[in-house]
Each structure stands twice: as C-alpha cells, then as structure tokens.
C-alpha cells in the first residue's frame, strides 16, 4: 500500500483461494481473505517486512507477512504446503484477478457472501 514493501512473481499461480476462517476475517479485517499460491522459488521480495505466526482453525500454523510501515497483509506462508507462498491478491490490484477456485471454511461465511458457480465450497479446509 505505501511502497515500502513489494513483492513480484513469475509464472501464473498454482491455485487462488479464498478462505472465510475465524483467522482470515480477523486477520484481515474483512469476512474472507482471497489469495494466491505460488511456489516459494517464484517469488522475489524487496523491503522490509515482519511476521506474525498464528494457529489457524485448521491447527497449523501461518505465518502472515506485513509491512511495518502501513501494515498492509502481503503474503504468507502455510504449514501445510511448504514449498509455496499465498500473496494477497488484492495486492495486484488487478481486477480482473481469477477467482477463487475453492472458498475454504465456508461454512463460516457472513450469510450474503455470493460467490461464482465455478468456486468449490468446503467446509472447512483441504487436508
Ligand atoms: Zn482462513
Ligand atoms: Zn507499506
């Protein structure tokens, strides 16, 4: 958001998520968070950014990466997939961003939450 922190990738994402978790909605401020996956390798990060670790409704840990200076959410990374880093996707700021493929922990979203007939609903999250 401020500049301070960027990241940029390579290649297209292995997956794109949304996730309406208890964690997610706090974490995010918002009722889901809406990410994409990519592999660790394709990834390059220039600035400054801390870390917060945290047990997510699944019992693994994430680790969210921020910026210290706006405290914007940019990436994190998952204890269930090790190899890989889930980037906001609103930190594109591209619209015309795929969809979600799979809402995960749907049976948590704010009742209103729509999303389009190609996005899988789990209930909780994959194994
Ligand atoms: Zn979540
Ligand atoms: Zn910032």
């Known amino acids: 958001m401020c500049g301070q922190l960027s990241v940029a990738v390579t290649g297209e994402p292995s997956g794109v998520y949304a996730c309406s978790c208890k964690s997610c909605q706090r974490g995010s401020g918002s009722v889901f968070s809406y990410a994409a996956v990519y592999p660790i390798s394709a990834m ?39 190899d890989d880093v889930a980037i906001a996707v609103g930190c594109f700021a591209d619209a015309s961003f795929a969809p979600p493929s799979i809402l995960c922990w749907a049976s948590r979203r704010h009742e209103w939450l729509k999303v389009p007939g190609s996005t899988q609903l789990l209930d909780t999250q994959p194994e």
């Open 44 to 82: 390059s990060v220039s600035g400054e950014h801390k870390a917060y670790r945290y047990t997510s409704d699944s019992g693994r840990w994430v680790e969210g990466h921020f910026c210290p200076t706006c405290g914007a959410n940019v990436f994190s990374l998952l204890e269930i997939q090790p």
